[in-house]
Each structure stands twice: as structure tokens, then as C-alpha cells.
């Protein structure tokens, strides 16, 4: 009998939750009873040295335990400087496996990173990654699949592992944990693909021996719990493209990069009219502030929306607007939103904007607003848009409507500055408007390149 009443065939309760953490292409939470990993792939546009040109892609893997994920405190590898032969050897194995089911030719000159880390190890750490690391696998090839990176899966098969062994009783047992395997005979770990092929068998007499009989009972063992793994995976992937098309029955939702509310108001009151509801920063409290350090409108509403799009592997619009005005060389431009300083106010802005005008004619005060709006989707070439605006600068702030610089900025057309327009009017003929309206031109052909 084991130790925690299990059957020798038995494995334990195994888990598999996709999509754990937001950042990664693909990310997974795996455990086996207490033994517990975090896999998580990289898509990354590169490949090794030996493979530049050769349109041939990488599948690589990093292996790592936490401090604490075992019974005392392990000192990390990265404050010793080096690596164990031990992790090695385990990340070795984990790549050698994943890419002996990746059609490399297929998977194009890019590198897929798959990290493995063991938040808790009870036995059996370096199986659970690589079965957890199939899954990683295919949920970023999915993204690539999703946004028309690749036509074609370059996975040709599913592929899991287990660990086997012989217990002091002379049973042979699957999937040891901890206490199992520190007085286990003989302990094998078993990598096999869906059709049955094995990628690695490594197994070893703990100062003992074992037949050849035992050797294939030990592979029977392993092969029956690896084709329930491989189901497991099969499950939980397909839990994850439920929840995917749920998301996009959810796409008349737009998340709009901009802590703006202000802005936030105007895309809601514009694209509402158009069927969609947007969310916005304003409701992501918890993410920083991306930082706009570009030069140009164009740099910084690209910088806020690849930022997000990225964090949240979604499509986000971003707005990057501001005031040109002639008389200014086109400052504010840019720092609009900073020109009195950090803690953009409205009021020090148009305040300091008076102050810059005070001795500027009539004829000299025109101005624009201007305004870029970028839409980025995960590995795709954003779509970029401007509008802008006519008019001059006031001598003194009029109306209540609107925000920003809007009580100074006069529209000849009405006689009446933006702040006195009603929101309505302001979005018929606003630069943020005519950049919408760009924008729904060309959203259609854009799109059709991110879902095929
Ligand atoms: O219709 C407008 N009416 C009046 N003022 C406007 C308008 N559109 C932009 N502006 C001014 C406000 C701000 O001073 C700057 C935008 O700066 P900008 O960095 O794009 O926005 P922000 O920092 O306020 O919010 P966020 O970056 O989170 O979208 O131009
Ligand atoms: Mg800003």
C-alpha cells in the first residue's frame, strides 16, 4: 500500500489552469497533488545565431525553483552565479522534448521561450513542467495562429511525462511524490508523445536493479498515466479557446489606453453611437502609468497602446492629443497635458497659455488641436490615424463644456469656443472625431488581419 492510499497506477489529482498570468503568450499553472510549476512561453522574434536565415524557428526552455518551494530554503542560483548541473540537465530535457513534437520549418524564424519555474516541488518537478509546458506551448502557438502569424500548427502531436518507479516493497508504482521517491528503488521518468512514441527514458537503480520485466511494467505504467495527462491537456486547452471565443463575442468592447476622463467621455459618447462599449484605465487602477518619452504624437499613442495591448494580449486604442498653436512654433504640441508641469492641471495650463499669449495679435493666435489615435493588436503593425482641428486662441476662457484647453480654443465656424459647443457638436467636428472616423474606415481591411 503507498503511503498516501493511492493505487500503483494512480496518479495524483492534477490540475491544469490556463492563461494564469496576463503578460506571457502562453501561461499555465500546473500541479500534481503539492507538486506545483508556473510555465509560461515567450513568443520572441528572434532565433540563436546557427538558425539566423535559415527560416527555421527554436523551441527552448528555462527550468528554476523558488527558495521556498522545498522543505528548507534553497539559496537561488542566481546569488550563488551559477547554474546546478542539475538545472542543466532538467532544461536540457524539458526543450529536447518540446521540440521533438514542433515542426521547426513550420514554426518560422522565431523562438518560442517556455520558463518553468516550481513555486512547490513534492516530486516529480521536471515531468509536471514538461507536461505543463506542452500546454504553454500550444497556447502561444495559438496566439500566432489567432492573429495570422502562422497559417499552418507547426505541433504535431501532444506530448506529457510521469515519473515510474519501484518502491522498497518491490511495487511499481506511477507518479512518486517526495516521500516516495527519496527511498524509491529504481526511478524512471518517462517522456512520450499522443501516438505512443517515447522522446526520453531515463531510468535508474538506485543502488539496486531492476529486470527487464520490471522495466516494462514500468513502461505500461507510464504510458497509461502519460495518455491521461495527455487528455488533461486536451480538456484544459479547450476550456481556453471557450473562454477566447467568449472574449470575442465579447468585441464590441474596446479598451481605450487613457486615464483621461475627459477623453474617456468623449470615445464612450462616440463609440456608443457606433455599437460598442469601451473600457478605459480608469478601470485598471492597479496598472501603472505608461510613460510617454517620444517626440512625436504618433511615438507616445503608440507607446500607450502596444503597452497595453501586450499587458492585456487584446486590442487597445490609444489617444495621443494635444495643442499646436502658430504663434508657439506648435508648443505646447506634445507636453500639452504637462505644460504647466507633472501634475497636469487644466487650470495652470490655459493659465500658462494666457500668460504665453498676452501680447499676440488677433490675426497671429490660430491654433490646432490635434490628435492621433492608435490601435495595436498583439503581433501585429498598428493602425495609426490623426484628425485635427482649425481655430485660434481666446483672450479669456468661455463655457463649461468639455475639458482641457477647450475654454480657449475658439472655433471661428460657431463663433464660440469648444467649451461652449455642446458635446455633440464638439464630436462632429473635434479632432478626435475626424480621427474616429479614419478610424472606422480602415478598422474593417485592419481587422480582417488580425482574425485570420
Ligand atoms: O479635445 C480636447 N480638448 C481640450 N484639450 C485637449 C483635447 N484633446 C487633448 N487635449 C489636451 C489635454 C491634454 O493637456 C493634452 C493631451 O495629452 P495626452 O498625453 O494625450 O493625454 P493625457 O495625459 O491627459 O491622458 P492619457 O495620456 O492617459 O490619454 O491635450
Ligand atoms: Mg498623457
Redesign the pocket.
Known amino acids: 500500500m503507498r503511503h498516501d492510499q493511492r493505487a500503483n497506477q494512480e496518479i495524483r489529482p492534477v490540475k491544469i489552469e490556463t492563461n494564469y498570468l496576463i503578460h506571457p503568450e502562453g501561461s499555465v499553472l500546473i500541479s500534481f497533488g503539492q507538486t506545483k510549476v508556473i510555465v509560461n512561453a515567450t513568443i520572441e522574434e528572434s532565433v540563436p545565431p546557427f538558425l539566423r536565415g535559415s527560416e527555421t524557428g527554436w523551441v527552448t526552455a528555462e527550468y528554476s525553483m523558488l527558495p521556498r518551494a522545498t522543505n528548507t530554503r534553497n539559496r537561488r542560483e542566481s546569488s550563488k552565479g551559477k547554474l546546478s548541473g542539475r538545472t542543466m540537465e532538467i532544461q536540457r530535457l524539458i526543450g529536447r522534448s518540446l521540440r521533438s513534437v514542433v515542426d521547426l520549418k513550420k514554426l518560422g524564424e522565431r523562438s518560442i521561450v517556455v520558463d518553468c519555474d516550481v513555486i512547490q516541488a513534492d516530486g516529480g518537478t521536471r515531468t509536471a513542467s514538461i507536461t505543463g509546458a506542452f500546454v504553454a506551448l500550444q497556447l502561444a502557438v495559438n496566439t500566432l495562429l489567432e492573429n495570422g502569424e502562422l497559417k499552418e500548427n507547426p505541433i504535431k502531436e501532444n506530448l506529457a511525462a510521469i515519473s515510474v518507479g519501484i518502491l522498497p516493497t518491490g511495487e511499481c508504482v506511477a507518479d512518486l511524490d517526495y516521500v516516495e521517491d527519496s527511498s524509491a528503488l529504481v526511478d524512471m521518468n518517462l517522456v512520450m508523445t499522443e501516438s505512443g512514441k517515447m522522446v526520453e527514458v531515463q531510468g535508474t537503480g538506485e543502488e539496486s536493479t531492476f529486470s527487464r520485466e520490471e522495466l516494462n511494467t514500468l513502461l505500461d505504467l507510464g504510458e497509461a498515466a502519460i495518455n491521461e495527462l495527455i487528455e488533461l491537456q486536451k480538456e484544459s486547452l479547450s476550456n481556453a479557446s471557450v473562454k477566447l471565443e467568449k472574449k470575442e463575442t465579447n468585441a464590441k468592447e474596446i479598451l481605450?489606453?487613457?486615464?483621461?476622463s475627459?477623453?474617456a467621455k468623449?470615445f464612450e459618447e462616440m463609440f456608443n453611437q457606433k455599437g460598442y462599449t469601451i473600457k478605459?484605465?480608469l478601470d485598471y487602477p492597479e496598472i501603472p502609468?505608461?510613460e510617454?518619452t517620444g517626440s512625436t504624437?504618433e511615438e507616445?499613442?503608440r507607446l500607450?497602446a502596444e503597452t497595453i495591448s501586450k499587458m492585456f494580449n487584446s486590442i487597445v486604442l490609444?489617444?495621443?492629443?494635444?495643442?499646436k498653436v502658430d504663434a508657439l512654433n506648435g508648443q505646447?504640441g506634445?507636453y500639452?497635458?504637462?505644460?504647466a508641469g507633472e501634475a497636469?492641471s487644466?487650470a495652470s495650463?490655459n493659465a500658462k497659455l494666457l500668460h504665453e499669449m498676452y501680447d499676440v495679435p488677433d490675426d497671429k493666435r490660430t491654433a490646432q488641436?490635434?490628435?492621433t489615435l492608435v490601435l495595436a493588436a498583439p503581433n501585429k503593425e498598428s493602425l495609426v490615424v490623426v484628425g485635427e482641428?482649425e481655430g485660434k486662441i481666446g483672450t479669456i476662457p468661455r463655457g463649461e463644456n468639455?475639458?482641457?484647453?477647450?475654454p480657449l480654443?475658439y472655433v471661428p465656424e460657431f463663433d464660440k469656443t469648444?467649451?461652449e459647443l455642446s458635446s455633440e457638436e464638439?464630436n462632429k467636428i473635434?479632432?478626435?472625431g475626424q480621427a474616429i472616423e479614419k478610424l472606422t474606415v480602415d478598422f474593417d481591411t485592419w481587422m480582417k488581419g488580425v482574425v485570420e
Do not use: M, Q, W
Open positions: 481605450i489606453a487613457t486615464r483621461n475627459g477623453k468623449e478605459t484605465l502609468d505608461v510617454e504624437f507616445n499613442a500607450k490609444a489617444d495621443d492629443s494635444g495643442l505646447p506634445v500639452s497635458a504637462r505644460y497636469k487644466d495650463n488641436f490635434h490628435c482641428l468639455g475639458f482641457g484647453y477647450d480654443f469648444v467649451a464638439k473635434s479632432h478626435r
